[in-house]
């Protein structure tokens, strides 16, 4: 009998298992795959100040620290954010297959039980526990918890399990594909973002420097692309890297539907990429992902105490999280619907807009630039932005 079956070991999982072991609950923490962050489905970007909330940076860790962000419009034209200005996917490269595996080993340290080739397969609530049907190589038994938390990634099927419906609609989601390249040439101080219909619809193709090459990626919207991530990344690979050679591909969704409307049931949190907490406009979810695995963790804590695991008890994670990032998670979606719908020139045209002199490259010093220019151009998403 366990207080809390935390189910699946990335960042929101691992945080959630160690928020809960400090404060001396009685914590099982399962992820499917054999080694907790292999494969490697991110770019691995994070802020310094969304990494240092929960944990200390460790040179292990980080494979590059980076000043800012390149963005280029299609054509070409370019503007640089610094880290503080960049977002949440800014400022350290992470090596996510030892950061991973850092954070699952400090919710073991805080006494988490963690269990790896263990997939959680079923889920049956009765009197008021669920029973949570575990498979190993082969071995299946049973263990019971008081809360189950569903830190299971974009393909949840803990959420349905409870009855909770996180399907994406093909406008929901960012389909990518990345390669770790070595042999090519870029500014390793910087993560270098490309925009544009042309280059990736309803997307962007990024640069992620590491210490040996880069993370090279693409995501689209399949509702707006005509071909598949890998061939619009081919195109632009070929192009700007002719000599470059690929070491690693990966291939994954991420959720960009925005805020849910609730993230519990009777007995069940979700958090991170299961609870649809990534980044709408950049795809990003480590950040989102811990703070939500924190907060789980300690109304998970509160419940406990009280001895309920009602929905109506457990809406209180909805508050924190909703109160935390939600409300900017809704904001980005809309921006993001107004975003895919602006063409090349479009974009070339705000792009040069932007005085190079400009003092504070901020997101709102630049929209506020352009509206002096071309009130037009920004006038249906100022709200948004400003
Ligand atoms: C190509 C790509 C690039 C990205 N780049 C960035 C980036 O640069 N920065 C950023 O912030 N975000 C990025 N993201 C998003 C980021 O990777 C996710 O938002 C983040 O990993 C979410 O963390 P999580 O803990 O919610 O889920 P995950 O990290 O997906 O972890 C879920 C875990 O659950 C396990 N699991 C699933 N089902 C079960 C089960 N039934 N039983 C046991 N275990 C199970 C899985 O094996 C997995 O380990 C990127 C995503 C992709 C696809």
Redesign the pocket.
Known sequence: MFDVVV???????SITAKTCAENGLNVLL????QEIGVPV??????SKSALERFVEPKKFFISREVVGAKIYAPDGTEITLSEERAG??VGYVLERKVFDRYLAKLASNAGAEVLVK????AFERKDGIVRVKLRRMGEEWEVETKIVVG????ES?VAKAFGIDTTLKPNELES?V?YLMTNIDFDPDYCHFWLGKSIAPGGYIWL?PKKVGANV?IGVMPSLAKRSPKEYLDDFVSERFPNGRIVEL?A???PVCGEIESAVADNLML????ARH?DPIT?????N?MKAGYYAGKVAVEAVKRGDFSKNFLKRYDKLWKDDFGKDLARKRKLQQKLIKMDDETLNKIFRSIPKNIKELSVRAIVLEIFKKHPKLLWDIKDLIL
């Open positions: 189910v699946g070991a990335g960042p929101g999982g399962v992820e499917k795959r489905r991110c770019a691995e970007g994070i949440n996917e263990t997939t959680a397969y830190a299971d990634g974009v099927r990518c990345q992620f990626g990966v994954g969704a991420v958090v991170g990429d299961a990534a795809g990003g979810g480590i950040a992902a």
